[in-house]
């Protein structure tokens, strides 16, 4: 069985889409992926991010838990979960924008995810994924469960990609 490297990159203010990434990862550890988590850094100013004390006191401590994704993550990668509160797909957005600079994404899976029935933050990351080659799987978002369907989406993007690999779409990419 070939392994499968599995990025969880996400963007949360107050812990949501942090959960929904980490229930991602845990369905990837689950269909024997590896993993590394990262936490893609506030577009906000810091005066916006101290007017709301839960915005800060929730960077506070994801900031001593993670690091922001590095130029090597992606490219080890053959999975990229990206996980957005419904309301501000904008750092993840950009995030996968910047992916183009790193080098070839082709062959990569692109796996959004977003909190609650986030449909309009996700078309953002779909089109910016697929702009730089990826290959997208749409997660289900009508879920009475989000954590549950983060963690069974973590397992089957890691099928798929296990499955691409298995005939040589990934071969020279992420692996």
Request: aromatic content about 6%.
């Amino acid at each position: 069985m070939s392994d499968v490297n599995v990025l969880v990159v996400f963007y949360s203010r107050y812990g949501t889409a942090e959960q929904l990434g980490l229930a991602a990862g845990v369905g990837a550890i689950q269909a024997r992926a590896n993993i590394r988590l990262r936490r893609v850094a506030d577009l906000a100013d810091p005066k916006t991010i101290e007017a709301t004390p839960a915005w800060k006191e929730n960077l506070d401590r994801m900031n001593r838990d993670y690091v922001a994704p590095r130029p090597a993550d992606p490219l080890w990668a053959d999975v990229i979960v990206l996980a957005t509160p419904e309301n501000s797909s904008v750092e993840i957005e950009t995030y996968c924008a910047s992916l183009r600079s790193i080098g070839a994404m082709a062959g990569k899976i692109a796996a959004p995810l977003a909190t609650a029935s986030g449909e309009s933050a996700l078309r953002p990351i779909y089109a910016a994924a697929a702009c730089v080659g990826m290959i997208v799987a749409p997660a289900r978002i009508d879920s009475a469960d989000p954590i549950t369907a983060a963690r069974e989406f973590g397992q089957r993007v890691t099928r798929m990609a296990r499955a691409l690999k298995s005939v040589g779409v990934q071969s020279s990419v992420g692996g």
